[in-house]
C-alpha cells in the first residue's frame, strides 16, 4: 500500500524567508505523481505543483519548488520569499492507480505553515 | 482546468438527519469523487462517483450512510444520512481528467456541523 508522510505538524517562518515542508512517500509502482496542495482556514483545496515520476527536473511554478529526491523517496515542497497568505495548512499527495484502473489520491497529515511578520 | 460549484458552503443539523450535498462542474470530467475531512485531519477518500451506475466506496464507508449519486458527467450529490456528531467534518468534492500528469480539482468544501 501507498502511504505519505509528512513530519512536521507545525512549521514557522519569517515573513520573506524561504521555507522547506517535508513529503516522503512509500511505493512500489514506477510510475506515479506527487502533489501538493494548500488548504487556508476557508478550506477550500488550492493545486500548488506537480511531480511525475518520470521528471527529471525539479518542477518549479513561481515561488514554489519541488525538490523531488527519487532514490530517497522524497518530494518537499520549498516556498521561497514567504508572503503573510502563505499561512495556511499544506498537504502533499501521491496518486494512486490501482489494478483495476481505480484512481485516487493519498493524501499526507499535513503541516500547518505560519508565517510571521 | 475545471470551476467545481458545491453547495452548501456550510451547514449545522441535528443529530438523526440528512443532507445532501451537490457538486456542479462547468465542463464534463471523468471522474468524480467525495473525501471527508474530519477536523485536524487531512483528507480521506469516501468514493468515486461513477456515471451511471453504483459508486465505488472505500473501506470504511458505505452506501447507505453515505448514498452518491451521479446522474451525468458534470454533476453529483453526496448524501450523509442519520448524522451523528461524529459527521461534522469538512466534505469535499473533487474531479480529475483521468490523465496522469493533471491535478485534481477541488469544490470549496462544506463544513458540516452535527448537533
Known amino acids: 500500500a501507498q502511504k505519505i508522510t509528512q513530519t512536521q505538524p507545525g512549521m514557522f517562518v519569517q515573513e520573506k524567508e524561504a521555507v522547506t515542508l517535508d513529503c516522503t512517500y512509500d511505493?512500489?509502482?514506477?510510475?506515479?505523481?506527487l502533489f501538493w496542495y494548500k488548504q487556508p482556514s476557508s478550506g477550500e483545496m488550492i493545486f500548488l505543483i506537480y511531480?511525475?515520476?518520470?521528471?527529471?527536473q525539479n518542477a518549479t511554478e513561481g515561488r514554489y519548488s519541488l525538490n523531488f529526491q527519487k532514490a530517497r523517496k522524497s518530494a518537499n515542497l520549498v516556498i521561497s520569499a514567504s508572503q503573510l497568505g502563505d499561512s495556511a495548512m499544506y498537504f502533499c499527495?501521491?496518486?494512486?492507480?490501482?489494478?483495476?484502473?481505480?484512481?485516487?489520491?493519498?493524501f499526507g497529515s499535513g503541516t500547518r505553515l505560519l508565517v510571521r511578520p | 482546468s475545471a470551476v467545481i460549484s458545491q453547495k452548501p458552503s456550510r451547514d449545522i443539523c441535528q443529530r438523526g438527519t440528512s443532507l445532501t450535498i451537490q457538486c456542479q462542474v462547468d465542463?464534463?470530467?471523468?471522474?468524480m469523487f467525495w473525501y471527508r475531512q474530519q477536523p485536524g485531519q487531512s483528507l480521506t477518500l469516501i468514493a468515486t462517483?461513477?456515471?451511471?451506475?453504483?459508486?465505488?466506496?472505500e473501506s470504511g464507508f458505505v452506501i447507505d450512510k453515505f448514498p452518491i449519486s451521479r446522474p451525468n458527467l458534470t454533476f453529483s450529490t453526496l448524501t450523509v444520512s442519520n448524522m451523528s456528531p461524529e459527521d461534522s467534518s469538512i466534505y469535499l468534492c473533487?474531479?480529475?481528467?483521468?490523465?496522469?500528469?493533471?491535478?485534481?480539482?477541488f469544490g470549496q468544501g462544506t463544513r458540516l456541523t452535527v448537533v
Open positions: 473533487s474531479v480529475e481528467s483521468g490523465q496522469p500528469n493533471t491535478e485534481a480539482f
Open positions: 511505493t512500489s509502482d514506477q510510475s506515479y505523481g
Open positions: 511531480q511525475g515520476s518520470y521528471d527529471e
Open positions: 499527495a501521491m496518486r494512486e492507480v490501482g489494478m483495476d484502473s481505480s484512481y485516487k489520491l493519498i
Open positions: 465542463s464534463q470530467v471523468t471522474m
Open positions: 462517483a461513477n456515471q451511471g451506475s453504483e459508486a465505488t466506496y
